[in-house]
């Protein structure tokens, strides 16, 4: 998925046909806004295909368009990258062979390495977990996550009969939370998700910004707008999450970003979904 300067997708993809020698087709679905990335990904990898989408729809339905394309000419399964996360070795045939020998795992997720510092599944409150069976010990380099865990999307995997059994990803978020609703249905049909030791580098933020008011709205907006699908009738523990949200901002000082976390909460207690105009 791009959006932004070329320059992180074009590392992407290069250290992709570098470091992969398992075979593979890359499907970049640029996002925008400029015309520039055609000409950037020049020469960069044997085997990609560009699908432009300047509208800007969305993470997840960008997702869902490189997927059917990927899908309709014949692939065994998806990996979606991060274009701001650059593989520093073959990870491929690994993740692949793990899931013809476990076919029951809905999802395979890399630990991200993000200057320096490893990140694994993100954690949530007891308002996200959903009852999940006993499952068996994960294969060897991995775990499997338990009922409160979400994989990241930055680096994740699924063959072709997860796709068809957890569907297409969720498109109303527009940005960020994808990821955590997508797990939860997992969680929810009793598939493990499984998180790998092995890591990607992946510098967060690359496009978006650290602590951006355009990450805090939709970071708020769509934790919201999750808890609200999966628990419509507790709008009272909602407005403590909204009011707690506010408080925090409030007393570490963070002023300028008092105001996209308003219209975030603002946005999802009138339900308002996919692109913001203002952000």
Request: net charge neutral; with cysteine.
């Amino acid at each position: 998925m791009h959006y932004g300067a070329p320059d992180a997708t074009r590392r992407c993809v290069e250290a992709l046909a570098q470091h992969e020698s398992c075979p593979h087709a890359v499907v970049v679905v640029d996002h925008g806004p400029g015309d520039d990335l055609a000409a950037a990904l020049v020469g960069c990898h044997p085997s990609l295909r560009l699908l432009t989408a300047h509208d800007n729809p969305g993470f997840g339905a960008g997702c869902n368009r490189g997927a059917a394309l990927a899908l309709a000419e014949g692939a065994e399964g998806l990996w979606f990258l991060n274009n701001d996360a650059v593989v520093a070795g073959p990870l491929l045939q690994e993740v692949l062979d793990l899931s013809r020998q476990h076919p029951e795992v809905a999802c395979w997720a890399h630990t991200q390495q993000d200057r320096g510092r490893l990140i694994g599944a993100d954690e949530h409150p007891d308002w996200f977990a959903t009852p999940i069976p006993a499952y068996p010990e994960p294969p060897a380099g991995c775990r499997f996550l338990v009922a409160r865990e979400s994989l990241s999307g930055a680096s994740l995997f699924l063959t072709r009969e997860a796709w068809t059994a957890l569907g297409p990803w969720p498109e109303d978020f527009f940005l960020y939370v994808e990821d955590a609703a997508y797990s939860h249905r997992a969680h929810a049909l009793g598939r493990p998700l499984a998180l790998l030791d092995r890591s990607v580098p992946h510098d967060r933020g690359t496009t978006t910004g650290r602590r951006s008011p355009l990450t805090v709205f939709y970071g708020v907006r769509n934790r919201l707008l999750l808890h609200r699908d999966l628990h419509p009738g507790a709008g009272f523990a909602r407005l403590g999450m909204a009011l707690d949200l506010l408080q925090k901002r409030f007393f570490q000082g963070r002023w300028g970003l008092l105001l996209p976390t308003w219209h975030g909460i603002s946005a999802a207690f009138r339900s308002l979904r996919g692109r913001d105009p203002r952000y």
